[in-house]
């Protein structure tokens, strides 16, 4: 038997996909043709949905429509926002997500057909819903009744409104919807991946996605953005940053926000949210979470060649927008929830099952001993 590709796959090209392509080394990423340069500063997150979905962006009366379809399939089932209300009161909102997704699968409707029609309509009502999961997740546990969906808002809107109780500015709900956007979807990025291993045993749409959040949460991969700002929160002040990061070089510890599998280079996506951080900390007096930011990137840079990711400078991007920490990811998964439902359905239009080897490194010709005798 051949041997094991590189640690962690490192390198392996698993399968084709449509939907994003990604060049690590010239920090190039791309939707359906469309560069991220490109979408980033014109074309709202449904818009990007409906691109990835569709392969083509929308003419007006098309994605007019497709955000009327969406808005009108927010509001979760009731036995979903019960289940929700049973967690325990320390449950993380992730694992709160991960829930809530999964109990909206044993209500779908279409929960067992895998039909492209089927496919299609759960992939609405689980970009709908996500955001209307986490909303009543963040207003539970401050004892709060969740908020029904106002369907005449946009999805991001809706999202701030539902969340707080209160509508968002439009430059707040401007800057939470591109980071959405910058979020939809990364190749065959681990929660991708578990997605569509998932969707390939011809499991679920349901399954899929849960298995993906369940993915998200770790600090290696979507977690990192709260533990991004956690760091920064730590460190406290940018003359601090020299210091801090002296202790964190000797100590080998791994700055969360910095590093890419797939990225030898600036993150494109780190290019928008960087410049996001900047505008948005400046209005909010947090300035010197972006002074520190800086120094860190440039120091991460200059020492380590290690360029921040997509996590590192939305972290200042939500904690300027006034969003708790602990919901950093679960708004990562609003977005890639996107990029998730569009690799099932692309996994199941030309199925086969993914199921590589292992290769053995533990003993072999072992013989049986007695209890007795052992
Ligand atoms: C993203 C990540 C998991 C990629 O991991 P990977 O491709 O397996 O790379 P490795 O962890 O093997 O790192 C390679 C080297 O760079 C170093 N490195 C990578 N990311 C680092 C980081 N964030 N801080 C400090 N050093 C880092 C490693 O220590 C390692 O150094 P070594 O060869 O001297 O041991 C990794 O960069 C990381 O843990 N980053 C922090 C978490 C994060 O931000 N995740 C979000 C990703 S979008």
């Known amino acids: 038997m051949t041997a094991a590709a590189g640690k962690g796959l490192e390198g392996v090209v698993a399968s084709q996909t449509s939907l994003s392509f990604i060049d690590g080394l010239k920090g190039i990423l791309v939707y359906r043709g469309y560069n991220i340069h490109e979408l980033a500063p014109n074309v709202s997150f449904p818009e990007s949905v409906f691109l990835l979905w569709n392969g083509r962006l929308p003419r007006r009366s098309e994605l007019d429509e497709f955000e009327v379809t969406l808005a009108a399939q927010r509001t979760l089932d009731p036995r979903t926002v019960e289940g929700l209300k049973g967690l325990p009161a320390e449950t993380v909102p992730m694992s709160a997500l991960r829930t809530g997704i999964s109990l909206e699968g044993v209500y779908d409707p279409d929960a067992e057909d895998n039909s492209a029609e089927a496919n299609r309509r759960k992939a609405e009502r689980l970009v709908a819903r996500t955001p209307t999961i986490i909303a009543a997740i963040h207003r539970i546990r401050q004892g709060l009744e969740p908020l029904d969906p106002d369907p005449s808002l946009s999805l991001s809107a809706d999202f701030v409104r539902m969340a707080n109780g209160e509508p968002g500015t439009d430059e707040a709900v401007d800057a939470l919807d591109r980071t959405l956007l910058l979020y939809l979807d990364h190749g065959f990025n681990a929660s991708t991946f578990a997605c569509r291993v998932i969707a390939a045993t011809l499991g679920d749409m349901h399954s899929a996605v849960t298995g993906g959040v369940g993915a998200l949460k770790g600090e290696l991969h979507g977690g990192a953005n709260a533990r991004a700002m956690h760091t920064l929160l730590e460190i406290g002040d940018p003359e601090n940053v020299g210091p801090w990061l002296d202790r964190a070089f000797a100590e080998k510890r791994k700055i969360m926000g910095f590093g890419h599998r797939v990225y030898k280079t600036e993150d494109p996506r780190a290019t928008h949210l960087r ?77 086969r099952l993914i199921r590589p080897r292992a290769e053995y490194v533990g003993e072999m010709d072992l013989r049986w001993v007695p209890m007795d005798e052992r």
Request: net charge negative; hydrophobic share 40%.
């Open 275 to 351: 410049e996001m951080s900047r505008v948005l900390t400046q209005q909010a007096g947090l300035g010197k979470f972006y002074e520190m930011s800086r120094k860190l990137e440039d120091r991460m840079i200059s020492e380590k060649g290690i360029n921040p990711n997509v996590d590192f400078y939305c972290a200042t991007v939500y904690y300027a927008l006034g969003i708790p920490i602990d919901l950093y990811t679960p708004l990562f998964a609003i977005g890639r929830m996107g990029g998730w439902t569009a690799h099932v359905m692309e996994q199941h239009a030309d199925n």
